[in-house]
């Protein structure tokens, strides 16, 4: 199919997925709505690390998307107005000793950080690991695909549709017409699951602090283990921002995702055990002001893998969700590939077979509105 200049896309969810794939849309001259409930980044996409890195997935079935990703990061920052603090970072890995048991030693000494962690490990240098601002990116996206893109606030309820085709995403009791529907509401994407054959996602809980540190620390990236006095293990990251800022995500759970993306909040007592572990990692972070405190969900499916492409059965209907923790630095090869995929009828750049969401059965048997 050629492009087809009248077509109009409508995205259901405004989070860097939905950002992205209105953005390569845009560069083809396609034009979208993206219908977003709560604001644009108001979930994962704006409450996330945004740590990037090239060579992670590597040996994994995201290995290529990943890379592709990576590399359009950098070219993003080049072509697109905004500032969302993208920059390269050096990454390490160690473990944080228990309160009074100083560690062995470790192979790197950061001077932000304190002397009980050991770092023992370097991940990766300014080749392989970057960062970018979440939120700020998924914004600069929306405001590069102008005036292609237009922002509709609003909860989508349903899809309309005759017979292979959807032609109508409900939103607010309103029917919003549009030639193809791509559905990248995140975790809350299995809310479509009544409406289209979509494999069941769910929504993992991850909270998060953002300090403000000032212009000191260095960008330098950590991943530790550390394990609590009551012997709960947890896996902190630590990233210091271009703006100043850092941010720490650590202790998860399986809470249910609430139906309003806005109603979002921390489990009782995370915040302050976050705040205990950060203020034993850094002197840094033990006297710097506290800016956010924060919880999310992030997209996953039964497998592990995004789903991205098609729905079975429907000629115009997609999916791009189940991104879990790596859907900041994929975003940008998923907009572009499910651009090609929308316009072109197939995804060039990266190969979607293995995130085909035909691949698992439907959650839940559909309920069709028709026209
Ligand atoms: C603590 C934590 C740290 C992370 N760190 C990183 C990281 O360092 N690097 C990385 O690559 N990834 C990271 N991730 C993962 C990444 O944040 C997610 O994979 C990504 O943000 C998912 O984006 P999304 O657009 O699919 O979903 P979301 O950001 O959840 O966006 C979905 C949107 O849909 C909207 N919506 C919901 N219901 C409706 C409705 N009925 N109608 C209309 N709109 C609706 C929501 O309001 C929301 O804005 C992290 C995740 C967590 C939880």
Same mark, same amino acid.
């Given at each position: 199919m050629s492009v087809d200049a009248k077509m109009h896309v409508l995205i259901c969810g405004g989070g860097v997925i939905g950002a992205s794939t209105a953005y390569f849309l845009a560069r083809r001259d396609v034009s979208s709505t993206v219908i977003e409930r709560?604001?644009?980044?108001?979930a994962a996409s704006g409450k996330s690390g945004g740590f990037l890195a090239l060579? +992670?997935?590597?040996?994994?079935?995201?290995e290529a998307l990943a890379r592709r990703s990576f590399a359009l990061h950098a070219q993003l920052a080049e072509e697109i107005g905004g500032d969302w603090a993208y920059r390269r970072m050096t990454t390490y890995a160690g473990f944080a000793a228990r309160a009074g048991r100083r560690s062995a030693g470790g192979g790197y000494h950061l001077n932000w950080i304190d002397d009980d962690v050991s770092l023992t490990q370097r991940l990766g240098g300014q080749q392989t690991t970057a960062q970018v601002h979440p939120g700020r990116f998924t914004q600069a996206l929306m405001h590069a695909a102008q005036p292609h893109a237009a922002l509709r606030l609003g909860r989508v309820s349903g899809i309309v549709r005759e017979g292979e085709r959807v032609t109508g995403v409900d939103v607010d009791g309103e029917t919003v017409t549009g030639d193809a529907v791509v559905i990248a509401?995140?975790? +809350?994407?299995?809310?479509?699951a009544a409406w289209l054959p979509l494999p069941a996602v769910f929504g993992l809980k991850g909270h998060s602090l953002v300090f403000d540190t000032g212009a000191d620390v260095p960008a330098e990236a950590l991943f530790l283990d550390y394990r609590e006095e009551s012997g709960a293990a947890h896996a902190p990251e630590v990233f210091p921002r271009a703006d100043g800022t850092t941010y720490v995500c650590a202790i998860s759970s399986e809470s249910p995702v609430p139906?309003?993306?806005?109603a979002v909040v921390p489990d009782e007592g995370a915040i302050e055990r976050l705040e205990a572990i950060c203020a034993r990692l850094s002197p840094v972070l033990a006297r710097s002001p506290i800016l956010a405190r924060q919880a999310c969900f992030r997209p996953v499916t039964r497998d592990g893998l995004p789903l991205i492409g098609r729905l079975p059965g429907l000629a115009n209907a997609y999916v791009a969700t189940?991104?879990?923790?790596?859907g900041i630095l994929n975003a940008p090869a998923t907009g572009e590939a499910m651009a090609e995929l929308i316009i072109?009828?197939?995804?060039?750049?990266?190969?979607l077979a293995s995130f085909d969401p035909a691949r698992m059965r439907p959650a839940a048997a559909p309920r069709v509105r028709n026209a």
């Open positions: 709560a604001g644009i980044a108001c060579d +992670w997935c590597d040996g994994t079935a995201l509401m995140g975790p +809350w994407s299995i809310l479509a139906l309003d993306p806005g189940g991104h879990s923790v790596w072109d009828g197939s995804a060039r750049t990266v190969d």
